[in-house]
């Protein structure tokens, strides 16, 4: 794996406030690099960026291949005159990464009163799109009907907190979506976080891309069925969570990558 990701993933990441682990961001690491090494087109997307963890993971990953579109209220973080600081917050930590953000694919306000041609006539058909903004049902229903309309036939979308007992309306606003859609959408991944969904024509594509890369050799994998397909199950061994862990709090953050090989 490129050495510069693989510093992102096991350095950088952690210095971002945020929600994405390096079992998923070497998830999203096999993925886009497969699809980029096949030169398959497309945008990237994020609903819910918070302060950025997985937007620039996914910036650092594309190499500039595509726009990424980040969509977020950006209402958090009220400073003492009651103005928010998440926007600005977001910026920053692009500058500090060296990752600056693009402005002008940068949509402020709320995903659910978006139509798709607010993000296609932005960046065109999203062939990996993470949604991990709103966690109700109503959220989940609308931000994946949006994406739906969004992806190139070989578009990914991944959601996130699923499985998750403290958000169960994002589970219940999964399995809706991939009942409702069942003739053409399946998983094809699941982690302990996230729920991978593509176009059941590219269900075995994804699939091989999972089981081949060597990036993803240290997690356990099994084949679960969930709604009618054969999907893979990847999981973190406790071991290798805790020599992780271990590494990182001792500020040992650049070895702390041995603990996923
Ligand atoms: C859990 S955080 C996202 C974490 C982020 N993906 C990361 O990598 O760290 C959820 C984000 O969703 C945003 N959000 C919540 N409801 C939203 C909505 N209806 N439209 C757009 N963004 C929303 C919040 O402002 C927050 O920044």
């Avoid at 990441?13 to 497969?34: K, R």
């Avoid at 976080?193 to 993803?216: G, M, N, P």
Wanted: glycine share 8%; with cysteine.
């Amino acid at each position: 794996m490129d050495k510069a990701d693989r510093k992102f993933i096991f350095q950088s990441l952690s210095t971002i406030e945020g929600y994405i682990d390096p079992p998923d961001a070497l998830v999203f690491q096999a993925l886009l690099h497969c699809q980029q090494q096949r030169q398959m087109a497309g945008a990237l997307a994020e609903i819910g960026v918070f302060y950025g963890r997985s937007y620039f993971l996914m910036k650092q990953l594309s190499k500039g291949h595509s726009p990424i579109l980040a969509i977020d209220l950006f209402d958090l973080d009220e400073d003492r005159a009651g103005e928010p600081q998440q926007y600005q917050r977001f910026l920053d930590n692009g500058r500090q990464l060296g990752l600056p953000v693009d402005e002008t694919n940068v949509i402020r306000g709320d995903s659910c009163s978006l139509t798709p041609d607010a993000i296609l006539s932005r960046v065109g058909p999203v062939r990996f799109f993470s949604i991990d903004g709103g966690h109700h049902l109503h959220h989940v229903a609308s931000d994946a009907a949006l994406a739906l309309e969004c992806i190139a036939p070989h578009g990914i979308i991944v959601f996130d907190d699923t499985f998750n007992i403290a958000w169960p309306e994002v589970t219940v606003g999964v399995a809706d979506f991939l009942r409702q859609h069942a003739d053409t959408l399946c998983c094809f991944c699941v982690t302990k976080y996230k729920t991978y969904v593509c176009h059941r024509s590219w269900r075995d594509f994804y699939v091989e891309t999972i089981r081949q890369a060597k990036q993803l050799s240290a997690l356990e994998r099994s084949e679960i069925e969930f709604l009618g397909s054969s999907i893979i199950k990847l999981h973190t061994p406790l071991g290798r969570r805790v020599m992780f862990e271990i590494m990182r709090r001792s500020g040992l953050g650049s070895l702390s990558g041995r603990a996923f090989r």
